[in-house]
């Protein structure tokens, strides 16, 4: 469940025995194209941000949660 790991010291992401990424939440789901490969989601606020700078849009990374994302889309707006 993405709300446990975002809230998680450290995370862990394995696949076949093997790890894939370690770290603080907020590194390992940077990862998002690494994560995505693995069939694995990323929390919605993450994924939102993700796909706006996919885009074009200049956000922030390692946006974990609703309270940042929303911090960040009001960024984006004034500027």
């Known amino acids: 469940y993405m709300d446990e790991a975002v809230q998680a010291d450290r995370v862990?992401?394995?696949?076949?025995?093997e790890i894939l990424v370690e770290g603080k939440p907020r590194e390992v789901f940077s990862h998002v194209e690494l994560l995505r490969q693995h069939?694995?989601?990323?929390?919605?606020a993450t994924e939102l941000l993700y796909r706006l700078?996919?885009?074009g849009c200049t956000v922030?990374?390692?946006v974990l949660n609703e309270e940042?994302?929303?911090a960040a889309?009001?960024?984006?707006?004034?500027?």
């Not at 862990?12 to 025995?17: F, N, P, Q």
């Not at 889309?73 to 500027?79: G, I, M, S």
């Open 68 to 70: 940042e994302c929303v």
């Open 73 to 79: 889309l009001e960024l984006l707006l004034k500027a």
């Open 60 to 62: 922030p990374e390692g």
């Open 53 to 55: 700078g996919q885009n």
């Open 39 to 44: 069939r694995l989601d990323v929390p919605q």
């Open 12 to 17: 862990i992401v394995m696949d076949g025995g």
